[in-house]
Each structure stands twice: as C-alpha cells, then as structure tokens.
C-alpha cells in the first residue's frame, strides 16, 4: 500500500531536526522508543530501503503510549486517522515536529499516564 521507504523520508526528518538545532541521535531515539528498535535494526532497516509498511509491521514492540500522541500534521489530527499504517507514520510525523518546534525529548516521550 505504501511502498515509499522509510529510508528515503528519514533523512527529511534528520534535516528538519538540525535545521532547528536538533541532532539525529535525537531523531533516532524518538523512532526507538516509537518502535522498539535497537539502534543497529533501525540502522539496518534504513540500509535495505524498508518500506514504512514493513518497518512499521517488523517493529518488536510499539510503545504504547503512543496513543497519547495528539495533535495535527498537515492539518490532520493524528489520533482521529482510520487507517492504521498512516496513523502510525503520522505519529511519527508529529514526534519530530515536536523536536523541531523545541519540545523536550521527556515531554516527547510520553510516558503512559498523560
């Protein structure tokens, strides 16, 4: 369905956070605790070109807090997304938002009670 590669957005979302000042560790920490990915799969998954769909599906474990993302992207409210692929990237979408607007990393990194 979505056969766009996560590796091909990843480097977007790199340059969008240090544009604002932000680091790729920074980056890459919020798709770890988004996914469950140690650095060395994440990296690996960037290597093969993995579609979201698959790097999405392949994750070992999704946070759970995730939920507790809300908020609009490109005029979306992420939480009200049917689709469960796109509400996924959307997530993903709004964490580095929020890391660019200045966010801190343990405010982005929800815990599980809101």
């Known amino acids: ?7 091909s957005v990843y480097p977007h979302y790199v340059a969008k956070a240090e544009k604002k000042g932000r ?7 919020i798709i770890r605790w988004l996914t469950g990915y140690r ?6 998954h960037i290597k093969k070109q993995t579609s979201f769909e698959d790097f999405f599906a392949q994750a070992p474990k999704m946070n759970p807090a995730r939920s507790f993302i809300t908020g609009t992207v490109c005029g979306v409210r992420v939480e009200q997304v049917k ?3 796109m ?14 607007k200045g966010k801190a990393m343990e405010k982005i990194l929800r815990s599980e009670k809101p």
Do not use: G, H, T, W
């Not at 650095?39 to 690996?44: D, H, I, T």
């Open 39 to 44: 650095q060395q799969s994440l990296n690996a």
């Open 87 to 100: 509400r996924e990237i959307r997530y993903l979408d709004k964490l580095i938002d929020e890391l660019a």
């Open 23 to 29: 680091s790729r560790a920074e980056v890459d920490e």
């Open 83 to 85: 689709e469960p692929l």
């Open 1 to 7: 369905m979505y056969s766009i590669s996560f590796a």
